[in-house]
Structure formats: structure tokens, C-alpha cells
């Protein structure tokens, strides 16, 4: 226990006052003269103790008035656990700030972030002098100590929403870690957020949970500036049918709409840029009714889109408290369409477009140049031109043929293998120029009813996948080649149900090699059919898959042209293209000089903080480098869903921490957390408790005898005492 002002207790020696005064002011007994008071006299003792347990009751009553008083004064205090020193002793704080982005919602005219700093510049002058204080913010999670009060107000005022940041735990992390490394007494960590759900969620404060188990001695200061009920339209993440097209090839976007608060009319609309003025060009648009709770997909084709890079976005019509998630923009690149060489085993049975039939059909949509040819065509075959091969059902290949496929894929080529019946001898598969291609020997062909069940959409094959549901068991796989170890670098991309690789990639100098153990060439017409994979109820999905395999080997995967903000940038230029320095032009119309990196001949960019549309040019004539990319805010921008004081619990565990949503409230945190948890409220309601009771008791005590009925009562009971004595003995007994 504490004391803020110790001095008063001296006033506890103000209670002998009461003391000395009871004892010169008590009552004195009268004495009345008449013969016959020996009922009177009987009563006297017992009246005597029940008057003197009074006084001493009276007397503690006033004794603890005076002690209760100066106790108050003194204002004691019972200090919480973890907290240290007086109130006036220098400390050491961190002030970790969320600079999310979706610090950017305005409400009466504040932002959230703009709130947090007034917030933290009225905090500082509260500080004690001489205290150590470290202004953090989630953009860098970087932990110092400031100079002095005046270079962390200015590094408060310098603080803004940016667009990529490190996680809100991270920067406590390290706001913790400062002040725990502090030689001062007392530590302090204050957090300033929004208390979005997002970053108080379970599994983004993992990490910080179970440092916090361990953390002691740090008072914890959880500072709510956000808006109570927030209200917002936002566009979810942007998903291109792909970065680069083959001309011919519409252009699908879709991104949905999402919405915090009331339900609402939006609309949403499409822009292209005009690639010499920059200036946008309105093309479609879409009105949506959006109910509370729900999301509305807003999607959009462009067709007729010529070669080179083509820029615009997406932006929701109208405005509201958050502007920064209303915008979400694209960068694509339009290439002539891909030459592409399919190879199938030819006899008197079966031609080779009887293999390559589905696989034509699946590719039927002016991406792509289809070639066919025999594998036995192959060794005479010049590759020069295009941009993958791809083998259905081969037979055994010949050693010049593997090396020339070898040379193909290492130069950048794509090759894709899909395995069926024809495979055999296995052994021709698993000689050392057949493995320097393929990811994996061969085992034995699995027999047995399966499908295809890939988990991870992660791999750019598969990524359309992420937003479609496809009944995969309507797909029955047969038979499928069962493989051995995978080669190093050979990863699987998609797995069969019972857990045997369906889809393996590997690399192979700059290019990669795609193999599938079940063919793609099987109709109904063949009793020995190994798959329904192209002619089972989804056909849909088989044609998707096929694309995306084939898109994924002539390289439209590698270039990637949208990023997420603080991703690094990576443009790839084309063999021809050279120069020493590009010209970037930022989305705020900034120009800076990026060097070509050499080695990978292509422009690396770091500086991605912006979101928008950033343009690369450099050089002229037909070698001229003109393209470009572009940056998005993290998904999590639009979720304004606020944290619930369960959320909370579950972050902090048994660690004491302390929610302030106000001024106030952070001054009576604060104070109750250095000086511990004052008992002056409570010592003065104790004390008017007592003070009635001494009122009561002391007026009851102390009250004006009416003597005239005193003495008539005496009178009365002295004349029956007489008449008792002259009726005799018996009557006397009786009434004694």
C-alpha cells in the first residue's frame, strides 16, 4: 500500500482530542434522597454497564471519524502487480501506433490516425521528466528511444497511414522488447488502434500471446481511437484472368464488393487508360444493392485489346469514410498468341489427332497456335518459335529426342507430359537422359477407382480454381502412373484422393517441365479408357485445367504485373530489350531512375508503398522499353469489424492490461496504474457511515430527561413500597 500525500497521516494523532474529551465530559450520576428506591437501586447496575458500553461505543466511533479522516486524506492506495515506483518517477514507454491504412476512416472529420496523434501529444506532457519514451509504428516495427519529449511529439506528427505495413503484433513485439531491455523502474507500453478484428484476431497475435505469458513488471496501455460504428463499400482483392494475354483473349476481372453498416445502392466502374494521355477511359459499369452482412461480385470482360501494356482500375462510385479501399487497379500485357507444338504417338489404328483431339478442343479460345505433329516427327522437328511442347500418351522417345527437349525447356521452353498406356517399357522412362527432363521414375501403373483433390491453389495452374467449385469425383480417374522419390526441385502441384501425384512440376534451367501420370486423350469410345477426366459431367472444369497448364508453360505465369503494396516489383524484359537505366513514373506522377538488374535482365522496384498504377520506359525504336505494373492495398483494408472484449481476453491471456477509450479514461488508467488503486472513495463513504451512526447514537445518549416525570415516577414507586409495609409481611414479600 501506497500513500500519495503521507503527511496526513499525522492527523491519526488527533484522536486522544475525542479521548480527552469523553473522559472530562461524562455524566455524573445524581443522587436521590428517598427511603425506598430498592428497585430503583436493583436496575442501577445493570444500567450502569449497558451506559458504559455506550460510551466506549460512542468513544470508538469518534476515534475512527478522526483516524478514517486522515486516512482519507492521506489517500492510500493497494498498487496493481507489475507496476512500479511513484507516480513522479521517470519510466520508460513505448508508443506503438496501427498505420494501417484503414487508420485513414474519417469521422467527424478526423481520421482514426489523426485522432491517435492528438491522443498521444496530450499523453506526452503527462509523462514524468526525464522518462524514456519510443514512438512505434507498424509500417517498420523498428524500436528506438527518442532524444527527448520533443523529437518523439515530432516523430508523432510525422506519422502516417501507410499502405504497407508490418503486422500490428510485430510492432508491439518490439515496443515490448524496448522497455523490457529500459533500466528504468517503471515501464509502460501504450497501443494505439482501431481495434479492427483483423489484427486482434487469434492467429495474428499468436506469436505476441505467448510472449506476453512471460511479461512482467509492464503496465499495458491498449488505446481505442477507432470508429464505434463504422460504415464502408470497399473493393476486395482484384483476381485478372491473367497478367498476360494472347491477343484475341478477353480480359475478365472480378472483385467483389464489400460492405461494413447499413445497406446501401453503389455502383462500380470500369476504367482503362489511354496509353499516351494517361487520361481514363470510362468503359463499363455495374449498380449493385448491397444488404447488410452480404457482398456483391462486380465482373467484367474486355475484349479488343491490342498488343502491349494496358493500365485502368476499378473505383466505386460516390464517396465515403474511407476512400482508400475504393479503388483497386490492374496491369495487363497483350502478347500475339503462343505457338504451341502437340506431339502424339501415330500407327494404323489410332492418328495422332485422334490423341490430340479433347486438348485441341480445350484450347480453342485464340490464345494459342496449335501445331500437331507425331513424337516420331520429332527428332527432325525444329522448336525454334515456340513457346512449349506438349507429348500426350508417348511411346518410348529416342536419346536425341530427350536431349533436344532438354535444350528446349533449359533455353526457356515449356514441355508437358501426360502419361498413359503407352509408357511401357517403364524402363526407357527412367534412363538418365529421360530423368534429366522428367521429375520422377516410374513405378507401376495404380489401378483403382480415384480422383483428382488438389489441397493448395497457390500454384498459378491452379489459382482459377480458388474461386470455382468443382465436383472433382464427377472426374473418375481409372489408372494412373504411380511414381518414385521426386527429383530435386520437382514439386507436386495436385494430387489424386489417394494421396499419388496427378501433377508434378519441375524445373529445368529457365524453363519447366509439367508432367501428368493419366492421359488426357482417352474417349468413351475406348473400353480401356484410364480416365473420364474429358468426357465426365464437369467438363468445364477439364478445360480449365488444361489451359491453365498450357498458360503456365509458354511462360504467361512468370510475368507477373500486379502486386500487393511493399511487395518487391519485378519486370521482365524481353531478350532484345537492353538498357543501363529505366524512367519510373509513380502513381502521384513522381519520376525516378531505376538501373536494369543485369543478371536477371529485368527492372527491380522496392519502393511499392503507393498503390496505383506505376509506368517503365526506356530507349526508342522497336527495342523501346514501355511497360509497367501495378499495386493494390491488402485485402484486410475494407474489415472494419471491431475486436470484442473476448478478442481481447484471448490476446492477453492472464496479462493485465487496461482499455481506455477517451481522455478520461486513459487518465484514471494510468493513474490507477502507477499508483495502484486508490481507497479514498471508499474511506469517505465509510466515513458519513460512521458519522450518521455517531449522530444517531450520541442524540440518543445525550437527550434531555423530562425530571418532572423522573421525580413523579420515584414518588409513584416509594408510596408503594409504603403501603406494601403496612399491609403486612406477606404483602411486603410479595412485593419484594
Known amino acids: 500500500m501506497t500513500f500519495v500525500h503521507v503527511a496526513f497521516l499525522g492527523g491519526v494523532a488527533a484522536i486522544v482530542v475525542p479521548i480527552v474529551l469523553h473522559l472530562m465530559m461524562r455524566q455524573q450520576p445524581k443522587h436521590l434522597e428517598f427511603p425506598a428506591l430498592r428497585f430503583i437501586k436493583l436496575r442501577e447496575s445493570a444500567n450502569r454497564r449497558q451506559v458504559r458500553l455506550r460510551h466506549w461505543l460512542l468513544l470508538a466511533m469518534r476515534v475512527a471519524i ?77 524500436a528506438a528511444f527518442a532524444v527527448d519529449l520533443s523529437a518523439a ?257 533449359a533455353t526457356g521452353g515449356g514441355l508437358g507430359v501426360f502419361l498413359g498406356r503407352n509408357a511401357t517399357p517403364i524402363q526407357s522412362f527412367n534412363e538418365p537422359l529421360a530423368q534429366e527432363l522428367l521429375p520422377a521414375k516410374l513405378v507401376r501403373q495404380w489401378r483403382g477407382e480415384v480422383n483428382l483433390a488438389p489441397e493448395n491453389f497457390e500454384h498459378p495452374a491452379l489459382a482459377k480454381f480458388r474461386t470455382l467449385e468443382v465436383a472433382w469425383e464427377l472426374l473418375p480417374v481409372l489408372r494412373h502412373w504411380q511414381l518414385g522419390t521426386l527429383a530435386q526441385g520437382a514439386t507436386v502441384v495436385a494430387a489424386f484422393s489417394n494421396r499419388q501425384p496427378a501433377l508434378v512440376e519441375r524445373p529445368v534451367g529457365k524453363g519447366r517441365v509439367m508432367l501428368m501420370t493419366t492421359p488426357i486423350s482417352d474417349g468413351l ?88 498504377n506505376y509506368r517503365i520506359q526506356a530507349g526508342g525504336g522497336e527495342q523501346a522499353i514501355d511497360g509497367g505494373f501495378s499495386v493494390n492495398l491488402p485485402a484486410d483494408v475494407s474489415q472494419l469489424e471491431r475486436a470484442s472484449a473476448a478478442d481481447l481476453q484471448a490476446v492477453f491471456g492472464d496479462t493485465e492490461f487496461r482499455l481506455a477509450h477517451n481522455r478520461d479514461e486513459i487518465d484514471r488508467s494510468v493513474s490507477a496504474g502507477r499508483v495502484g488503486q486508490e481507497l479514498f472513495p471508499y474511506l469517505i463513504v465509510l466515513l458519513v457511515l460512521i458519522l450518521a451512526c455517531e449522530q444517531v447514537l450520541s442524540n440518543r445518549f445525550y437527550q434531555d430527561h423530562d425530571t418532572a416525570v423522573l421525580r413523579s415516577a420515584a414518588a409513584r414507586l416509594a408510596q408503594k413500597a409504603v403501603s406494601a409495609r403496612q399491609e403486612g409481611p406477606d404483602v411486603a414479600v410479595k412485593s419484594r
Open 153 to 409: 511529439r515530432q516523430r508523432i506528427e510525422r506519422l502516417n497511414a501507410a499502405s504497407a505495413t508490418q503486422s500490428l503484433a510485430a510492432a508491439i513485439e518490439s515496443g515490448l522488447k524496448l522497455v523490457q531491455e529500459s533500466e528504468k523502474p517503471r515501464k509502460e507500453l501504450y497501443v494505439f488502434t482501431d481495434l479492427a478484428k483483423v489484427a486482434w484476431s487469434s492467429d495474428a497475435m499468436r506469436d505476441l500471446s505467448r510472449q506476453l505469458k512471460a511479461l512482467s513488471g509492464v503496465g499495458v496501455y491498449v488505446i481505442d481511437v477507432g470508429a464505434k460504428d463504422p460504415t464502408d463499400f470497399g473493393l476486395d482483392k482484384l483476381h485478372l484472368s491473367g497478367d498476360v494475354l494472347s491477343s484475341g483473349s478477353p480480359l475478365r476481372m472480378t472483385a467483389d464488393l464489400v460492405h461494413v453498416g447499413a445497406g446501401d445502392e453503389r455502383g462500380v466502374e470500369l476504367y482503362v487508360l489511354d496509353h499516351e494521355t494517361r487520361k481514363p477511359d470510362l468503359r463499363a459499369q455495374q449498380q449493385f444493392t448491397v444488404r447488410p452482412g452480404e457482398s456483391q461480385r462486380a465482373d467484367f470482360a474486355l475484349r479488343g485489346l491490342g498488343p502491349g501494356i494496358h493500365q485502368g482500375y476499378l473505383k466505386i462510385v460516390g464517396e465515403d469514410a474511407l476512400p482508400c479501399d475504393d479503388t483497386q487497379w490492374f496491369t495487363v500485357e497483350v502478347r500475339p498468341s503462343w505457338r504451341v507444338l502437340i506431339a502424339a504417338p501415330e500407327d494404323a489404328k489410332r492418328k495422332a489427332a485422334d490423341y490430340v483431339f479433347f486438348l485441341s478442343l480445350a484450347l480453342l479460345n485464340g490464345a494459342f497456335e496449335r501445331d500437331v505433329i507425331s513424337t516420331e516427327e520429332l527428332a527432325g522437328k525444329s522448336l525454334d518459335g515456340y513457346a512449349a511442347v506438349c507429348i500426350l500418351d508417348p511411346r518410348p522417345l529416342a536419346p536425341t529426342v530427350w536431349q533436344k527437349l532438354h535444350s528446349f525447356v
Open 66 to 142: 478522526i483516524g478514517l479522516l486522515a486516512l482519507a486524506l492521506a489517500r492510500p492506495s493497494i498498487l496493481a502487480s507489475g507496476m512500479l515506483g511513484n507516480q513522479e518517477a521517470p519510466l520508460a514507454a513505448s508508443l506503438v501506433f496501427d498505420t494501417n491504412p484503414r487508420l485513414q476512416y474519417r469521422q467527424q472529420n478526423k481520421t482514426r490516425l489523426e485522432v491517435a496523434q492528438e491522443t498521444a501529444g496530450w499523453l506526452l506532457p503527462q509523462f514524468p521528466a526525464e522518462s524514456d519514451v519510443a514512438v512505434i509504428d507498424s509500417r517498420s516495427a523498428s
Open 525 to 612: 469410345n475406348r473400353p480401356d479408357y484410364w480416365n473420364l477426366l474429358p468426357t465426365g459431367e464437369d467438363k468445364a472444369a477439364f478445360v480449365t485445367l488444361v489451359n491453365e497448364i498450357v498458360f503456365y508453360l509458354v511462360g504467361s505465369g512468370q510475368q507477373r504485373l500486379n502486386y500487393t503494396a511493399g511487395e518487391t516489383a519485378i519486370v521482365h524484359l524481353e531478350p532484345g530489350q537492353q538498357a543501363p537505366i529505366c524512367s519510373l513514373t509513380t502513381p502521384r506522377g513522381d519520376t525516378l531512375r531505376i538501373p536494369v538488374d543485369e543478371k536477371q535482365n529485368a527492372i527491380v522496384v522496392t519502393s511499392t508503398d503507393v498503390p496505383g
